[in-house]
């Protein structure tokens, strides 16, 4: 999972419906089944449902089709395919392919230690295990019907703290490459009448019998049009909360900052969950991702740029203070999970760049911005509400909202360490300029999410549970419905999302639910 990892034709506006859709020629199953043949189907009844069918749904329903079942998904969407449209689609796993090709030794083992290790051992221990166990033949899976990987890959990682054994890969499509893979595998048995699409339905309630068992699925249409579905196994598969401020901050505790995630990750499978007994774990773990500019004070607000913050890649030379105008980390500490769960501590979760005159022709140029000319970069300083200039510290405070006296005292502090060679406060190495040189520059940062960390309680088994512990008769659970908390931890973790996503749907569909 990358926090930063919004293609780049997508950072600067608002995501869509259309926005995403635009331009999906080869995706499938664009026809609305007509509600004649829909009628037919509601008498049917499946061995497995499947609501949503994106990251989890679609290797769930591949793999239960594979088995023999005959399988019923239901997508809210007009298409397949659900956040692998946005998606960077970086996966980890151990014992790949592609790591064999390149003599890289690993196991399932060294991998879960590391996953615990980057996380502080605080993602659910047996649902990690499950990743770390058989996140490697997912991607041999992929890589068997034509997934291949970059160049150079696999790697330690990238903008998420490092793995310890080269694991971390992804297609030269992002996650459309997962897609583009399990697209034919699902066609084909669509096509051979193995697997059903409903598609621009989404599900909206669950038939359960007078034992609490669920027995099938309600959905409904754009035109209101409600259908009872049969099923023998129901999957939740329909993704996360991150797309629904609302629901996200009553379940988080803190404001959706930032507008990222695909349109459809309403949490409707945390509504189905909980009505059939279900209950939610895991949002304790939320931290705030680094490194967004949005585009205004809204909540959430569209991401404007984002600031290329990795000590690994350039040190920085900069200073970073909160709302209250102190500095709360080491700008340089080598752990991106350390620094973000410093910035989650602060006010807003939202730090300033603070830089000067010198600062900003010595060393700043390009680098904080990659992909933006430096003329584009002071012209923000005149017409982005996020980039400030004043002749000094304190009126830099009022323009900002920052206190403008602590600002003045952080930065004379920081100074005054330099001049005097002494140790730097939080420990900071790279210290090559102070701070003092007019006019001041700030560039505000917003720390934001593209997941939600909570989500449905599942036991290892994928059966969503009560609070008592015991499952709800035939209801299983994979995706980011789960919460990525589960499986990343109070960090972003890489891959950890993707991976467990299709990992979790393909062992359902392999051997975990009972045909
Ligand atoms: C920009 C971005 C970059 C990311 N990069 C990474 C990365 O590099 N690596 C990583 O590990 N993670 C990454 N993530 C996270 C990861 O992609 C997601 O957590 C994962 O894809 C979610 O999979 P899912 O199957 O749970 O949900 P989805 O793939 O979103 O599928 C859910 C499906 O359910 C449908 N649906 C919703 N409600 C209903 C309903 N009521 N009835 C029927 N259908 C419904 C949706 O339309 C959708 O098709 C990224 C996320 C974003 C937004």
């Not at 502080?120 to 770390?132: F, G, H, M, N, V």
Request: aromatic letters at 8%.
């Amino acid at each position: 999972m990358k926090n930063n990892g919004m293609k780049s034709n997508m950072t600067s506006t608002s995501i869509t419906r259309r926005s995403i859709f635009k331009g999906v020629g080869a995706a499938m199953f664009l026809a609305a089944m007509p509600w004649d043949v829909r009628k037919a189907l509601a008498r049917q009844q499946f061995d497995l449902i499947v609501i949503g069918g994106g990251t989890a749904g679609m290797p769930t329903a591949i793999s239960a089709a594979d088995r023999g079942a005959q399988v019923l998904i239901i997508e809210k969407a007009s298409v397949l395919g659900g956040t692998m449209y946005l998606s960077e689609g970086q996966m980890a796993g151990a014992n790949t392919v592609f790591q064999k090709r390149l003599g890289i030794d690993d196991s399932p083992d060294i991998f879960y230690d590391d996953i615990m290790r980057i996380n502080k051992y605080t993602s659910d221990p047996a649902l990690t295990r499950i990743w770390a166990d058989n996140g490697g033949a997912t991607i041999n899976w992929l890589a068997e019907h034509g997934f291949t990987i970059r160049d150079g890959q696999p790697v330690l990682g990238r903008s998420h703290d490092f793995y310890r054994t080269a694991r971390y890969l992804w297609g030269p499509e992002n996650a459309m490459s997962i897609f583009k893979v399990m697209e034919p595998l699902l066609s084909q048995h669509v096509k051979e009448g193995n697997i059903t699409v409903l598609l621009g339905a989404g599900a909206v309630d669950l038939i359960k019998d007078e034992m609490g068992a669920v027995r099938g699925v309600v959905t409904e249409d754009s035109d209101g049009k409600r259908s009872d579905f049969d099923g023998l196994n129901v999957v939740i598969s329909s993704g996360g909360c991150a797309a629904n401020p609302k629901m996200f901050e009553s379940i988080h505790h803190v404001p959706l900052y930032g507008q990222n995630a695909y349109p459809f990750s309403q949490g409707a499978g945390l509504t189905l969950g909980l009505s059939a007994g279900g209950y939610l774990r895991g949002a304790e773990k939320y931290v705030s991702g680094m490194g967004s500019v949005v585009a205004d004070s809204k909540i959430p607000s569209p991401r404007t740029v984002f600031l290329s913050l990795h000590p690994e890649i350039r040190p920085p030379w900069e200073v970073f203070v909160n709302a209250c105008g102190e500095r709360f980390m080491q700008e340089d500490h080598p752990s991106i999970g350390h620094r973000e769960r410093a910035l989650t501590l602060q006010p807003g979760h939202r730090f300033w760049v603070i830089f000067d005159q010198k600062i900003l022709e010595q060393a700043l140029s390009l680098v904080l911005f990659p992909n933006w000319s430096r003329d584009k970069l002071l012209e923000a300083f005149n017409t982005h509400p996020m980039f400030t200039r004043a002749p000094s510290l304190s009126e830099l405070g009022v323009v900002t909202g920052i206190h403008p006296a602590n600002l003045g005292r952080s930065i004379s502090k920081y100074n005054s360490a330099i001049e005097k060679r002494e140790p730097d406060q939080f420990s900071r190495v790279h210290r090559p300029l102070a701070v003092s040189s007019p006019p001041f520059y700030a560039i505000q940062s917003q720390g934001t999410t593209i997941v939600s960390f909570a989500g449905l309680a599942v036991n290892k088994d994928l059966q969503v549970i009560t609070e008592e512990n015991e499952p709800v008769s035939n209801l299983y659970a994979a995706g980011e419905v789960l919460g990525a908390g589960s499986t990343s931890g109070k960090a972003y973790t890489g891959g950890s999302t993707v991976t467990p996503a299709l990992t979790f749907g393909r062992l359902l569909g392999q051997k975990i639910i009972r045909l």
